[in-house]
């Protein structure tokens, strides 16, 4: 069984899936990354000049190719649960767990992102603590419709969010 982790971009999935995935001698994969290895460039340039439908439909082929893998620990990117598909693959033979994080700790951590270099692109050309308040809103019900488990990484570090998930995981 595979090891999903879900939920708004910045919530914490890759940092603890890496985590995971090494204390538990799995294979971590983020999506993302995936996309960005098929494609051979930056999502940011996919969705720019391909659009977000395109990039959706790769995204939608990584889940597809995963779903048939086991023993993996998945940080998907944040839009994964819109697709019923793209759940139902995911669920097939993984233990998905929504990692959240309220709106503010959210703009700090993408904020502390962007400082590293690390970019994002704008999913609605708002403001970004207006995008991030949009957009959860439009996902929470998404999220909470996927998950088999779901915790708030708001407060506690990325190390702590491994260790619970993977007491969860094994108890499943």
Do not use: Q
């Amino acid at each position: 069984m595979n090891i999903v982790l879900i939920g708004y971009r910045c919530s914490g999935k890759t940092s603890s899936g890496k985590i995971i995935a090494e204390k538990m001698g799995r294979g971590f994969i983020d999506t993302d990354s995936m996309i960005e290895e098929k494609a051979g460039c930056p999502i940011e340039e996919i969705i720019n000049v391909k659009g977000w439908e395109h990039f959706r439909g790769l995204e939608k082929e990584v889940i597809k190719e995963l779903s048939a893998m086991d023993n993996l620990v998945i940080a998907t990117g944040g839009g994964v649960v819109i697709d019923e598909d793209n759940v139902k693959y995911l669920k097939k033979n993984g233990f998905v767990v929504w990692l959240k994080a309220g709106i503010d700790i959210i703009r700090e951590r993408m904020e502390r992102d962007e400082l590293s270099g690390i970019t994002r692109p704008s999913l609605t050309d708002e403001d970004p603590m207006e995008e991030v308040r949009k957009v959860l809103d439009i996902r929470e019900t998404f999220y909470r419709r996927a998950r088999d488990f779901e915790l708030d990484t708001g407060g506690i570090s990325i190390w702590d969010a491994a260790d619970l998930i993977m007491r969860k995981a094994s108890m499943e």
